[in-house]
């Protein structure tokens, strides 16, 4: 059964890190491409980061130069890196892997919460 996992969410002050890992059940390469989409409360689900199975990436305005998705194929695992985090980021993230290119799959989410 195809399944998307993160973790790696927590509570951070402002300016720290984390880092979200988003666990591929199945093949990695059965998707193309990976998204991580966060929502905050009363808030739309927005686009954050995506990565294609090439290595391409592309970012939100508001995260570029602080976030960071990768993806390692022999972990069949993609990561989130979260710099300088601010209380703005907030939320909870998902992943989102879209299977061959047609069906979309979501992970469960994993809260992030900065305290100013």
């Known amino acids: 059964q195809v399944q998307l996992v993160e973790s790696g969410g927590g509570l951070v002050q402002a300016g720290g890190s984390l880092r979200l890992s988003c666990a591929v059940s199945g093949s990695i390469f059965s998707f193309n491409p990976f998204a991580w989409y966060r929502q905050a409360p009363g808030k739309r689900r927005e686009l954050v980061a995506t990565?294609?199975?090439?290595?391409?990436?592309n970012y939100a305005d508001s995260v570029k130069g602080r976030f960071t998705i990768s993806r390692d194929n022999n972990k069949n695992t993609v990561y989130l890196q979260i710099n300088s985090l601010r209380p703005e980021d907030t939320a909870v993230y998902y992943c989102n892997g879209q299977y061959h290119g047609m069906y979309d799959y979501w992970g469960q989410g994993t809260q992030v919460t900065v305290s100013s």
């Open positions: 990565i294609t199975s090439g290595g391409n990436t």
